[in-house]
Every structure is written in structure tokens, then in C-alpha cells.
T-cell receptor, first 110, second 115 residues
Framework: RKEVEQDPGPFNVPEGATVAFNCTYSNSASQSFFWYRQDCRKEPKLLMSVYSSGNEDGRFTAQLNRASQYISLLIRDSKLSDSATYLCVVTSSGGFKTIFGAGTRLFVKA | NAGVTQTPKFRVLKTGQSMTLLCAQDMNHEYMYWYRQDPGMGLRLIHYSVGEGTTAKGEVPDGYNVSRLKKQNFLLGLESAAPSQTSVYFC??????????????FGPGTRLTVT
């Protein structure tokens, strides 16, 4: 079983749609959680950190459920520019053991 | 402020050749990392460094060596390249944020093909 698992997609949605991505992790000692965005043939870039209380940044909302070892990302009012691969990232052991999920591809169409 | 830079951007090697990938960061970050990314897989950590003069093995260290002689530079060496090392290599650096989180900043990547 992979340490961090994501649905690879692709998710094909129209502009304006709401889309949700899920991620599960296996190490209960994991400490920090992130969503990164990666455009085709580019480097990953931090989208947002994920906190136990849940957090929101504009159209993006991230949730963490430690009991279920589950992380989610919700994108509201999808834009064409949201088309990318979204990577779920989990760190432990002081932040040095960083595990990346394989990513979920999103295509937003006009 | 260039952030994290990597050289070269592309390289083709023959099996058995050696090369060094250079990563440089100008953000004064303590921590630096080398990852490889293969199709259908997440980024996998090769080696990392928690400070100048220190390095440690990650998830997939075999066939690679690293050095961190200066805080701003992290070098990744392939002593004898193999086709299995064909991949995209990303360097990253990070610092400790409030709350104990480590946000990583990535370089643009090096696309390496070993024939």
C-alpha cells in the first residue's frame, strides 16, 4: 500500500463547477500536510498548507481528518487556469520524510 | 531573488557516464532536497541536507551521491548512469515556518535521459 494515495483522475469539469479531491495517508505519526499544484512539465508549487481546523484560501478549502487519516481539497467556481495536477503531500520525522502522492489531474473546460 | 535554480535543464547521457546536477538557492534556507519524478509516481526523495556540510539518504539513494559544501548549493552526482535513472530531477529548499511546517520551494527541474 502506498503511504500517500490519491485518485489519479483525470477529473474533467466545466468552468464554474465545484470539484473535490481526496487523499489518504498511512503513517499516523505524520505531522504536516500540504496541497501542491504542478503544471505540465513544471515544478510543484505550494497551493496551501492543511490544518486540523480546516483552512480556506479564496476558492480553495482544505480539510484534515487525523482520525481517518484523510485530507481533502475543495475547489469552488473552477477556472480554466485551475487545470493542473494536484499533489497531496505529507511530512513526518521533523519534516524531512516528505511523501508525495502521485497526483490528481484536473481539466477545467470552457 | 532567483529562488531555486538548477543546471542543466536537459541532459542526455550514455550508460556508464557520470554527471553532476547543480542546485542553488538564494533564500538562505537551511534545508535542501533532491527528488526524482517518474510518470505515474509521486516525487521520491533521493537525498536531503539539513545544513552546510551535512547530508542524509532519502527513499531512493542508490546510484546517487550528494554534497553540500556551501549553504546555498546542493550537488547531486551520478557516478555511473543507468537507463533506470532516466527521470526528471527536482531540487527543493525549505525553512521551518511557525507551527512546525516545512514549506518547500522547488527548482524548475532537470530532464535527464540515459541511453
Amino acid at each position: 500500500r502506498k503511504e500517500v494515495e490519491q485518485d489519479p483522475g483525470p477529473f474533467n469539469v466545466p468552468e464554474g463547477a465545484t470539484v473535490a479531491f481526496n487523499c489518504t495517508y498511512s503513517n499516523s505519526a505524520s505531522q504536516s500536510f500540504f496541497w501542491y499544484r504542478q503544471d505540465c512539465r513544471k515544478e510543484p508549487k505550494l497551493l496551501m498548507s492543511v490544518y486540523s481546523s480546516g483552512n480556506e484560501d479564496g476558492r480553495f478549502t482544505a480539510q484534515l481528518n487525523r482520525a481517518s487519516q484523510y485530507i481533502s481539497l475543495l475547489i469552488r467556481d473552477s477556472k480554466l487556469s485551475d487545470s493542473a495536477t494536484y499533489l497531496c503531500v505529507v511530512t513526518s520525522s521533523g519534516g524531512f520524510k516528505t511523501i508525495f502522492g502521485a497526483g490528481t489531474r484536473l481539466f477545467v473546460k470552457a | 531573488n532567483a529562488g531555486v535554480t538548477q543546471t542543466p535543464k536537459f541532459r542526455v547521457l550514455k550508460t556508464g557516464q557520470s554527471m553532476t546536477l547543480l542546485c542553488a538557492q538564494d533564500m538562505n534556507h537551511e534545508y535542501m532536497y533532491w527528488y526524482r519524478q517518474d510518470p505515474g509516481m509521486g516525487l521520491r526523495l533521493i537525498h536531503y541536507s539539513v545544513g552546510e556540510g551535512t547530508t542524509a539518504k532519502g527513499e531512493v539513494p542508490d546510484g546517487y551521491n550528494v554534497s553540500r559544501l556551501k549553504k546555498q548549493n546542493f550537488l547531486l552526482g551520478l557516478e555511473s548512469a543507468a537507463p533506470s535513472q532516466t527521470s526528471v530531477y527536482f531540487c527543493a529548499s525549505s525553512y521551518l515556518r511557525g507551527g512546525g511546517t516545512y514549506e518547500q520551494y522547488f527548482g524548475p527541474g532537470t530532464r535527464l535521459t540515459v541511453t
